[in-house]
């Protein structure tokens, strides 16, 4: 404000000053009367003379250029091509010759007579949703009701310290800190637009309302993505309204059952609200035995992270992921940082340690799964082909042409998927007699010595309480399968894994009869719980009474294929060896030949950039296909795959045919699929399963008793 | 440092600023108790577009109705066309489907900067409430209110979330608040949630027993809206009236009279505002749920009125002096006076306003012979019910000369048949002889507080908050407009003027008490005696309490629209009110507010209405001093 003031001040003295200078009469006399003895001020008045005649004759002599007039200028100019540019703006044509928006799955649809038929209700994944503020700390003034999640984001760089300290959770419950309420965004807001432009869910909503879909038959089930499930239930009682929507959505729309569409970390959260909704009161919902079979008739899950997203566990371990690893590669030292004394990357970390809902998506199903040190279902997967796209289609059954490509590559090179966190790049493929045999138990057994290092500012992640000895323990063992993991992780951050290990498991059940598996920890895991169980015939007499050819439940699985997706790292110690420093970090110069997986350190599998594809498919492909223990009533499982093309030109925005994790909700074939199961079809009407990748043989290599 | 700039330089002239009620409550220990719902009012609900013509194009879940009306300005007649309803059906026209913004961004606030349930909702942020134990009951409040039903399953949700947040929190019941016409949409969804099935939500007849705590009327119009007349018959209001005399009568006058009625008569522009308006505003079945109900028992007749002795310098008098210096004023002062009579809502003509009723020369306009229509090519294309009356018809119209509230039921008829048509399959105007009338359990009764009985909850409250001290419109001085061909044949007569000076009559409107928007009367009648102890519509006895408060205008512009305002909305930011609110939320019942709080001359209004409140056998009873049934009822009534 006083700068703005000081600004005018200088801008008005001036004018001032050339008026008396130019108009008043007594100044020129005076000049007159000196000008007799100086010549100088002589041709000073005769300058002025001239000034004053040029500014008769309406052209503004440079002298007269005030300020002000240059402030107005300005002004005008860029009014004028504002102006001109929104001018040019509305004559563009909305579409360009040459590209052609191709029409809407939801118009041609409609055209096809598809309506409204069954309510949708969406479920978003982790991060997508947006969190807004109810309570603060002094420094979020003025923030009430306002986005700090999603949305433009502004306060990030406002107010970065506050911004954080809001967005974790306690370190001890995983639930608010004292004194800050930070709660999810209701209703469609909460995730159709990420970031302004950046959609999530908006397209496939438009698609809907387009066949007429509206407020009272879609629902968006937001919650805190940041809790663990079953306190989002605890804390906001979000299950319950899920529960009491989808009967009050089942009932006003003349009983239809639910359609489902969870996406993401929303499919496991949708997992465990089956199990919590027929599970009596105390722990439960309390819908009794049928509830599922009652009031759904799909579960669309879309980019599934059924068993568990390999990415999680470099971000848990140093706060990484792919991307960054390259950005360190190509400019270190910018998120080293100790210069700025940013630390972005600790202060990630600690933040993200702090949400409960991480640990949900890690690897789950152990060695059976994901491999073990010596081989994994997976591998053999050659990433050429992924490049290339040279799949065929295979409708059923495995495609011959398609085994020679692979066993091609198999003798090149042999990627040991199932070693997720190895040390060096030598480690990652040495057979496993020559890996040092270090039990993890050993490491867990030895006593960690305490860092106590008071210099240690205020970033506090669980890493500074451990000594450099007990940092070495770790790397030596060279080489962590997916159980092993689990021990390490415990082993590096104790208090996150008591916190999370009391909300999630990830194992495989031997007998799922056994009375513990009636805890909520295991229900968001599919390897651990029945899917929907049993339908006994009474309850199922009664639906079959009230609506006598009601399809019963179906699961599909929608997914990307085609992007080379993060299955496992190759890591090293970080040099420095200051406090607050992350001691582990990717190798991001282990690189493998031209063929190879390998890639700054990270080795890539087939899936849609986040989810591999063993992780999507495997429940829909194996684990519960026909009527396996896992899915005791035989609920039909479906597998769509969506092949990654990435979009044609920049104008096409993020394609309409991507594969992607986030970006297959605007995947135009995924859009119909979806509205033609709200519309009514079966998943056998919609083409039952259309596979790309070599899921099925994946599945096969999978060694789990059904 | 303070908040903000204006807050700095608040404080600098005025003072520190009170603590809002929130934050006050809190150091006293108020905590989360009864989870709230909100039934936002007529026109502060936000709508957005689901499906449009492809003039809407990329409107797609964009706000048609509140946010920053940015497309009223780009395409006003694709707005219009978007916000009509069909004529026919009071529903959607094909092709076109706008509906009710959901969640609290619904109605928190109205357009950017003008918050309508914003700073409630902050100050129960501050006892706790979040989310999950505030709920905003939007609705689409152009349709009628069993349409809300049937096209969006509106009562149900709400049915459903006040069902789902009683049962997460513990059992505690709901406190209802809502607001101007939301307050006749929460009673016909209490009539509807015990009805049975079809018709109802089928709850039962203890639903709002089980999960009903308080209901606080916000300015709630429970016998109607006079304001909602001239809406009607001439799409004008006092404000709008306002601005064509400014026009007319503004210092550069050859100027003004060129060019400003021109924006609203629109010659020039062929714009005719006012007919889209009223074109628009016609389809809305919402809008006759607020025509004065009633009739001349309430609202008075030609010669009488229950607030005839009302004057705004008594009242203004009343807030400076002492009150006992000013009582005999007062009487000496009424006894000078004309009465007023409020009665007569419509007059044609400033001297038929005050004549005495046995000179006026009525002809009746029922059944009138109502013309051709007059529309000629020039204004086809713009269409209101007068078009097809003709000339004859407007004369009829004119030659009633007075119509009170029960003759004005008439009027609408006569002058827009098809519109009220519509309207009376929803919503009823009368005063029921006998509530048991199997008739009265049609949905068409259940907003009109005088045709339905309240339900069976004896622990229920029921809050009447309004601001008072206000002039609010409640009789109207008509006149033909010059033109008759396409415009409205009816305006109000702004010229009409009180010669003394603290009359009543102003620009052609006479106002009373009240919150500009809502009389006193409307407001507070039901509370102050139509449901006080047991009567008739009130059969179990709910407590009912008023709270009023009393206007004063912001101290400086930099309060924005003040903290003390009895204005219909602006109330919503009255820290008055925001902690009675809070305290019914957080579990005070009505005794513990400190029960009535009036300013205004209420109770004495309501004594003046003869209006049967007993039924039939208690009243005969009381009359002859038997022992009544109920002794405390007895006791009550001679006590009062």
């Not at chain 1, 004028?80 to 010759?97: D, G, Q, V």
């Amino acid at each position: 404000m006083a700068s703005i003031l000081r600004f005018r001040k200088l801008c008005y003295l001036e004018p001032v000053k050339f008026r008396t200078f130019d108009e008043s009469p007594e100044l020129y006399q005076k000049l007159d009367k000196k000008a007799d003895d100086n010549n100088v001020i002589l041709t000073a008045k005769s300058v002025l003379e001239t000034d004053t005649k040029k500014k008769k004759c309406t052209k503004k002599p440079s002298k007269e250029w005030r300020c002000v007039d240059t402030c107005c200028w300005m002004i005008g100019c860029l009014c004028t091509t504002w102006w001109f540019l929104l001018f040019l703006y509305h004559c563009f044509p909305a579409t360009l010759p040459g590209f052609q928006v191709p029409e809407s799955p939801g118009v041609r649809l409609k055209r096809d007579g598809l309506t409204a038929n069954h309510p949708v209700v969406l479920v978003p994944g982790f991060v997508t949703g947006g969190l807004e503020l109810w309570e603060g700390r002094p420094c979020a003034e003025g923030l009430f009701r306002k986005r700090l999640w999603g949305g433009s984001f502004t306060e990030i760089f406002k107010r970065p310290s506050c911004w954080l300290e809001h967005l974790s959770l306690d370190n001890e419950t995983g639930l608010d800190p004292p004194g800050i309420r930070v709660r999810p965004v209701p209703g469609l807001v909460a995730a159709d637009y990420f970031a302004t432009g950046y959609f999530v869910w908006a397209v496939l909503i438009e698609n809907l309302a387009k066949i007429g879909y509206e407020g009272k038959n879609l629902y968006m089930a937001a919650y805190d993505w940041r809790l663990s499930f079953q306190n989002t239930e605890i804390r906001d009682q979000a299950l319950s309204r899920l529960k009491s929507k989808i009967e009050l959505l089942y009932v006003t729309n003349g009983y239809k059952k639910v359609v489902v569409v969870p996406h993401s970390m929303g499919v496991i959260y949708f997992l465990h609200f089956l199990k919590w909704v027929e599970t009596p009161p105390p722990m439960g919902g309390g819908g009794g035995p049928g509830w599922c079979a009652k009031h759904i008739k799909a579960v669309m899950n879309i980019g599934p992270a059924f068993l568990g997203v390999p990415k999680t566990v470099s971000n848990l371990f140093s706060a990484e992921g792919k991307d960054i690893a390259y950005l360190r590669a190509m400019a270190p030292g910018v998120l080293d940082s100790e210069i700025l004394g940013l630390q972005t990357l600790e202060h990630v970390m600690r933040v993200s340690r702090t949400w409960d809902s991480v640990i949900s998506l890690m690897p789950k199903g152990g060695e059976t799964i994901w491999g073990n040190l010596d081989s994994s279902p997976d591998e053999g997967h050659a990433c050429q082909s992924v490049k290339k796209g040279q799949y065929a289609p295979t409708s059923n059954g495995m495609n011959a042409n398609h085994t020679d490509i692979k066993t091609g590559f198999q003798v090149k090179e042999t990627v040991k998927c199932g070693r997720i966190i190895s040390f060096g790049k030598a480690e990652s493929e040495l057979p496993s007699s020559q890996i040092p045999n270090l039990d993890t138990e050993e490491i867990l057994r030895s006593s960690i010595t305490k860092n106590v290092n008071s210099s240690c500012g205020e970033v506090w992640t669980e890493y500074d309480e451990m000594s450099r000895e007990s940092i070495r323990k770790v790397a030596e063992k060279k080489v962590y399968t997916a159980r092993t993991l689990l021990d390490l992780l415990r082993f590096v951050a104790p208090k996150m894994m008591q916190r999370a290990e009391a909300h999630f498991s990830h194992g495989i059940a031997d007998n799922l009869d056994d009375p513990k598996y009636a805890h909520y920890k295991y229900w968001s895991n599919p390897l651990e719980t029945k899917c929907c169980p049993e339908v006994t015939n009474s309850v199922k007499w009664d639906i079959c009474l009230r609506l006598p050819d009601a399809p019963d439940m179906e699961i599909h699985c929608l997914y990307g294929v085609g992007i080379p997706t993060e299955r496992s790292y190759v890591y090293k110690l970080s040099p420095t060896n200051k406090c607050k420093n992350i001691p582990f970090r990717i190798d991001a110069s282990a690189n493998g030949d031209e063929n190879s997986c390998l890639k700054g350190g990270v080795y890539f599998v087939d899936g849609d950039d986040s989810v591999p594809v063993l992780s999507a498919g495997f429940m829909c492909a194996k684990g519960w296909r026909g009527r396996t223990r896992f899915n005791p009533s035989g609920i039909a499982t479906y597998i769509r795959e969506y092949k990654h093309k990435p979009p044609t030109s920049l104008l096409e925005g993020r394609g309409i045919e991507s594969g992607a994790h986030v970006d297959i909700l605007g995947n135009v074939a995924l859009i119909e699929d979806v509205l033609r199961v709200a519309a009514g079809a079966s998943g056998a009407e919609i083409g039952g399963d259309q596979i790309y990748s070599d899921i099925r043989r994946m599945s096969e290599r999978i060694n789990l008793e059904l | 440092m303070p908040a903000s700039f204006n807050q700095f330089v608040t404080e600098a002239i005025t003072g520190p600023v009170p603590d809002p009620p929130g934050v006050k409550l809190v150091k006293e220990g108020l905590k989360v108790k009864h989870p709230v719902v909100f039934v936002p009012g007529i026109v502060t609900g936000g709508l957005e577009l689901w499906e449009g013509h492809p003039c809407a194009e990329g409107l797609f879940r964009k706000r048609l109705w509140g946010g920053t009306f940015g497309e009223v300005y780009k395409r006003p007649l694709c707005w219009a066309e978007h916000m009509s309803m069909d004529n026919e059906t009071g529903l959607d026209p094909p092709g076109i489907r706008v509906r009710a913004v959901t969640g609290l961004v619904a109605a928190d606030y109205f357009a950017p900067g003008y918050f309508v349930w914003a700073v409630m909702i902050a100050n129960l942020a501050r006892l706790g409430y979040e989310e999950k134990n505030m709920y905003m009951a939007s609705y689409d409040w152009r349709i009628s209110y069993q349409n809300t039903e049937v096209r969006d399953r509106s009562l149900s949700r709400m049915k459903s979330n006040i069902e789902l947040m009683v049962s997460t929190n513990g059992g505690n019941k709901a406190v209802i608040i809502p607001h101007s016409m939301g307050v006749l949409y929460f009673l016909h969804f209490m009539k509807w949630v015990e009805a049975p099935a079809p018709m109802g939500g089928g709850g039962g007849p203890d639903w709002c027993a089980k999960h009903i705590k308080a209901v606080m009327n916000i300015g709630g119009p429970f016998l109607g809206v006079p304001k909602s007349i001239a809406g009607l018959l001439s799409a004008e209001a006092k404000d709008i009236a306002v601005v064509r005399t400014m026009s007319a009568t503004h210092p550069c006058a050859s100027l003004g009279r060129a060019i400003t009625p021109g924006v609203l008569d629109n010659d020039i522009f062929r714009l005719q505002t006012l007919q889209r308006v009223m074109q628009m505003s016609r389809t809305w079945d919402s809008t006759m749920s607020m025509i004065p109900k009633g009739g001349d028992t309430i609202w008075g007749d030609l010669d009488w009125s229950p607030e005839e002795d009302y004057a705004p310098s008594i009242r203004k008098q009343k807030k400076i002096d002492t009150q006992v210096v000013n009582k005999d004023e007062n009487g000496s002062m009424a006894s000078q006076r004309k009465l007023k009579n409020y009665g007569r809502i419509i007059s044609f003509g400033k001297d038929v306003a005050f004549a005495p009723s046995s000179e006026i020369e009525r002809i009746d306009f029922r059944g009138a012979y109502k013309g051709c229509s007059v529309a000629n090519s020039t204004c086809r294309d713009v269409w209101t019910e007068y078009h097809e009356m003709g000339i004859e018809g407007i004369k009829a119209v004119a030659e009633y000369k007075v119509y009170t509230a029960g003759s004005l039921v008439d009027l609408l008829e006569f002058v827009a048949p098809k519109m009220m048509a519509r309207g009376s399959a929803h919503f009823s105007y009368g005063i029921a002889d006998n509530l048991d009338d199997p008739k009265y359990q049609h949905y068409k009764y259940w907003s009109n507080p005088l045709e339905t009985k309240l339900p069976n909850a004896p622990d229920m409250e029921i809050f009447s908050l309004y601001g008072s001290g206000l002039p609010t419109e409640r009789g109207y001085i008509y006149k033909f407009s010059s033109s008759a061909d396409c415009y409205i044949p009816f305006q109000i007569d702004t010229s009409a003027d009180d010669e003394d000076e603290d009359g009543c009559l102003q620009d052609g409107v006479y106002t009373v008490d009240g919150d500009q928007t809502v009389p006193v009367l409307s407001a507070g009648y039901m509370c102050a005696k139509g449901w006080r102890g047991k009567t008739r519509f009130n059969p179990s006895g709910i407590r009912t309490f008023i709270r009023e408060y009393d206007h004063s205008p912001p101290a400086n512009l930099l309060e924005g629209r003040g903290t003390l305002s009895g204005d219909h909305v602006d109330i919503m930011g009255n820290f008055g009110l925001i902690e009675d609110i809070l305290r019914v939320a957080a579990g005070a019942t009505g005794e513990e507010l400190g029960g009535d709080q009036v300013h205004s001359d209420i109770f004495k209004w309501s004594e003046k209405i003869k209006l049967q409140l007993l039924e039939l056998l208690t009243a005969i009873a009381f009359w002859w001093k038997w022992p009544s049934p109920d002794k405390c009822l007895s006791a009550w009534m001679l006590e009062d």
